[in-house]
């Protein structure tokens, strides 16, 4: 998706703040508890899901896709994010440095096979399988 812009970098502190500035200049605080931000988040989700719901399987990419369509997606998923990063703060867990930690928890749950595991000992990729 070209919107003619030099490709910006955003952070989660940056979204956080946007949605912060957003919410107190509506005096709508008062709405954004942790439930009811999960409770939206949840509905934007349903809204994504419909996005591609009956199309049936779609390629990486979305070769396929009306350009229109793409940026619907682009709000749907946009919309569960600041959500999600809305609903973080409100619960007060900083996002970002709690998916890196998950990051590393998931390596060491499903370590990568080294190359002599190809030929060898495979004991690694079974626990892969029966954990997916
Ligand atoms: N109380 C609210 C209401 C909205 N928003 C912000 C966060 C979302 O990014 C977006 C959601 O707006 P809508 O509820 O209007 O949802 P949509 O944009 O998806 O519109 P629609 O449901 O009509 O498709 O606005 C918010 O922060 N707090």
């Known amino acids: 998706m070209d919107m003619g812009k030099e490709k910006e970098e955003v952070s ?15 005096d709508w605080e008062k709405y954004h508890s942790p439930r009811n931000l999960l409770l939206a988040m ?5 809204e994504l899901s419909e996005i591609f ?13 009306k350009e ?12 569960v994010l600041l959500y999600l ?9 900083d996002l970002g440095k709690a998916a890196l930690r998950k990051l590393e928890l998931n390596a060491i749950k499903y370590p990568a096979p080294k190359p002599t595991d190809h030929c060898g000992d495979s004991s ?6 029966e954990d997916n």
Request: aromatic fraction near 4%; charged fraction near 40%; include cysteine.
């Open 42 to 46: 949840v509905g934007e989700v349903g």
């Open 85 to 93: 990063v809305r609903l973080s703060d409100a619960c007060g867990v």
């Open 12 to 26: 989660l502190e940056t979204l956080s703040k946007k949605m912060d500035d957003f919410a107190k200049a509506r």
């Open 124 to 129: 690694d990729n079974t626990k892969l399988k």
């Open 68 to 79: 229109e369509d793409k940026v619907h997606l682009g709000e749907e998923l946009s919309d």
């Open 53 to 65: 719901q009956w199309r049936g399987e779609v390629e990486r990419g979305l070769p396929d896709w």
